[in-house]
């Protein structure tokens, strides 16, 4: 399968504050490392369950940046960080689903393990 080029949106990085350059570096950074463990899954033996796997682990990821905000307003502090990378990881996720034939591959994997688990739809 051809290698995933992931890009940062644009609001993302705009979304950042003034003095938001380190993060951007992280961000970047972040991503090329990102790419090259999706590609690194996609070359793999069964890339369907590797890229599973990393899908999960950025829904993961997504949630906890997500309750990050959360907290963070309770306690009077801009949540705006924990913003940038929680949409950060929705658009990643997102970009996997848009590669190539993965959205199908990827259903197939979460319904096989969804049976694998002894969990029976309907």
Known sequence: MEDIELGIPAGIVDSLPADGED??????RAI??????INAALDSEDPASAVVDLVEYFEDRWEAYDEYVVEL??????PIYAMVWRDLTASIIQQIYDHADLADRIDRERNARIVDDGIRPG
Do not use: H, M, Y
């Open 73 to 78: 307003r309770a306690w009077g502090q801009s």
């Open 32 to 37: 090329a490392g990102w790419e090259g463990d």
């Open 23 to 28: 993060a951007k570096q992280d961000i970047q």
